[in-house]
């Protein structure tokens, strides 16, 4: 497994294409893999598509469709293992805008912090992941005869 691989893999969902550019080049940086999304419906196919996430970054305002906080919830329904950071300059969460356990960033972000806070996600999906496989038992397909 390279370094890559054991950091994660972040679903980086941002209409701007300057910032999400650098916000990818980051976390690659920082040893994630990236998908990169520009929207909520392109986040979505990514994920119907069966792509294995850790870790969904996204940005709040994305005109036009679904918002982040409308996608945040919608990854939620679907993919609840997917641990869920959002991101604004200019729109913080009311009471009821993310759902169970999601975080929020304020941007602009440190490159730490954020790094910081994606790792730290990240890692506990995968950890939760491991847990799971690990009391439902071995795999029966991996078995041999």
Known sequence: MSDQQASGIVLLVEDEPLVRLVTAEILADAGFRVIEAA?????????KAGVEVDVLLSDVEMP?????YG??????????????????????????DLPPGAAFLAKPCP???????VRSAAHRVREARLRL???SGPD??????
């Open 39 to 47: 929207g909520a419906e392109e986040a979505l196919k990514v994920l």
């Open 140 to 145: 029966p397909a991996a078995r041999t005869a």
């Open 71 to 96: 996608l945040a919830w919608e990854i939620h329904r679907l993919h609840p293992e997917v641990a869920i950071l959002m991101t604004s300059g200019r729109e913080w969460p009311g009471p009821n």
């Open 111 to 117: 490159n730490g912090m954020l790094v910081a806070h």
């Open 64 to 68: 036009p469709g679904m918002n982040g």
């Open 133 to 135: 496989k690990l009391e």
